[in-house]
C-alpha cells in the first residue's frame, strides 16, 4: 500500500522551516527520501533503514519511527533551492532481494519564496 | 561520472502500437528499477532487475516486460499501447544492497495520441 505523506503542500519565506511526514500501515524496512523539481528526475536526499536512527544532510535531515511505521523529513532554514516536490519511498522487504523496490507517496509540494 | 541515462527522452505513439524504452546504469551498479510517474503522482514500480534476473515485478499487466543485458542496461517494451500509458518512464539504478540508494534518469517522456 502507498504510504500517505502530510502535507499535500506547503509554502515557505526564505529561512523559514518545514516538516514533511511519510507514513504506512504497512511494516517498514527502509525509508527513501527524493527531491524532484518540474521536468527533472527525483533526486535522491537520504536513506534510513529501521532502527529509528536520524540522518543529517547540511540543513535536512530526517529520522525513522520503526514502531510508528512513519518518517519525518525536516528542512531548516529553508532556502530557494529546496522548492519542489518531496517523495518517501518505502521498502518492505527486509532480508529479500528486491532492494529495487520502492513504493512511493503521492508527494509533498514545497514552494519557498524571498 | 555518467549518471543514468535514458533514451529516448520523448516518445509520441498512437494506440495499438509498441514502445522500447532504454535504460544504462551508473558504472558498477547491477540493479536496474524501472516506474512510472503519472502527472502529479509518485513514481510506481513496474520490474526491478538484478544480475539479468527478474526480481520484483508490480501491479502492471502482461502488456509490460522488460530485460536486462550482459552489460547491466535495460529495456523496457510496452505493447498494445492504451491512452492511459502516458507517463514519465524512469529507470533507477543502484548496487543492490542492502541500504543502498536509487538513483534516477531523466525519464522517457512517453505520450499515447
Known amino acids: 500500500q502507498q504510504p500517505v505523506q502530510s502535507p499535500q503542500a506547503v509554502i515557505l519565506r526564505e529561512g523559514e522551516d518545514a516538516v514533511i511526514n511519510c507514513s504506512s500501515s504497512?511494516?517498514?524496512?527502509?525509508v527513501h527520501w527524493y527531491r524532484q523539481k518540474h521536468g527533472e528526475a527525483p533526486i535522491f536526499l537520504m536513506i534510513l533503514l529501521k532502527g529509528g536512527e536520524q540522518k543529517g544532510h547540511d540543513k535536512i535531515s530526517a529520522s525513522f519511527n520503526e514502531k510508528k511505521q512513519q518518517s519525518s523529513l525536516y528542512l531548516t532554514a529553508s532556502q530557494l533551492s529546496y522548492s519542489g516536490t518531496y517523495f518517501c519511498g518505502t521498502g518492505s522487504n527486509a532480508g529479500g532481494t528486491s532492494y529495487g523496490k520502492l513504493t512511493f507517496g503521492q508527494g509533498t509540494i514545497l514552494t519557498v519564496h524571498p | 561520472d555518467a549518471g543514468v541515462t535514458q533514451s529516448p527522452t520523448h516518445l509520441i505513439k498512437t494506440r495499438g502500437q509498441h514502445v522500447t524504452l532504454r535504460c544504462s546504469p551508473i558504472s558498477g551498479h547491477k540493479s536496474v528499477s524501472w516506474y512510472q510517474q503519472v502527472l502529479g503522482q509518485g513514481p510506481q514500480f513496474i520490474f526491478q532487475y538484478y544480475e539479468k534476473e527478474e526480481r520484483g515485478r508490480g501491479n502492471f499487466p502482461d502488456r509490460f516486460s522488460a530485460r536486462q543485458f550482459p552489460n547491466y542496461s535495460s529495456e523496457l517494451n510496452v505493447n498494445a499501447l492504451l491512452l492511459g500509458d502516458s507517463a514519465l518512464y524512469l529507470c533507477a539504478s543502484s548496487l543492490g544492497r542492502e541500504g543502498q540508494p536509487q538513483h534516477f534518469g531523466d525519464g522517457t517522456r512517453l505520450s499515447i495520441l
Open positions: 504497512k511494516a517498514l524496512y527502509s
